[in-house]
Structure formats: C-alpha cells, structure tokens
C-alpha cells in the first residue's frame, strides 16, 4: 500500500503595505483568508480524505490556514504538528519532513509557503503540476509501493490539483 500526500499552500494573508512593524513571518490571514480555508477543508471533508497526520511551518499564515481547514473536520488545533524548518527551509526541509514521518501513518497534509512548496511538488512528480500554487491550493500526490522513508525525486504521482477559486464555481 502506497502513501498520500496533500500539500496546501496558505491562505490569503496580510499585506505587508507601509508597515516596518510587520514581518513575513507574523502575517495573519485575512478574512478571506480564513474563508478560503474553511472552503479548502470542507472540500476535504466532503471528498471523504482521510488525513492521519497535519504538518504546518510555524509562520503564522500557515498554521492558520491549518487550524481553519481542520476546523471543518472537528479537529483540535493541538492536533497540528509544527515544523519551524518549513519556513524559508526550501523543498529539502518539506522533503525531510515526509521522510520523517512515521510509516504507520498512510496520509498526511503539509501546509506551507511558496516558491519552496511549488518547488516540493515539481521535484515529487514527472506530472504537470499546472505551474505555480496559488494561496489555497492542494496538491494531492500518491505514492504507490513506498514507505515515507522512499519518497523523493518524482516518485509520486498527482491525484488532483484543487485550486480554492475552483470551489466557488
């Protein structure tokens, strides 16, 4: 039995505009944002994915976007593990994390920052990830025959691409 993975880029955040006081890292989601969120985890849960295990960056657009999605799923935000080498770490941080993580779990979803999560998903699969992910956006890739511990260069295969604007058609 193989492994499913869905990378999610964050959601809609603050703007930096003329603000010295904000950094990148501290930006929140906006209400849209929040929205899209919500929107991407009922989807979710609608399809029937089961999901074992939640890894977000610890920026705070990222773990917000997590904590809205699994909302929809009635799950607890002390649920989400955080992997502070998410942000600004690039695809070989996301990569280490996959790697990591426990071969009894079957499925899990990472939430994270472009460029590097679009990078992440070129580099896991020969398919056409449809260019760069937009701000709520799902990749959704299997893994035939492979542990975590096997997964790396274009070895899985996408599932779907669900981008949020999609969902409001």
Known sequence: MGKRLFIIRHAE???????TMLKDFDRNLT?????????????????????????????ARAFQTAKFLLEQFNIEEDSIQIDENLYGGGPRAYLSCINRTSESL???AIFGHNP???????YLTSDDIQGSMRKATIIELNFEELTWKEVSSKSGSMVQRIDVKELDT
């Open 13 to 19: 955040a603050e703007n930096f505009g003329n603000s």
């Open 116 to 122: 590097d999560i679009s990078f992440f998903a070129e």
């Open 106 to 108: 079957e499925a899990m």
């Open 31 to 59: 209400g849209r944002g929040i929205s899209q969120s919500a929107k991407i985890g009922r989807f979710l849960k609608i399809s029937e994915a089961k999901i074992d295990v939640f890894v977000s960056s610890s920026a």
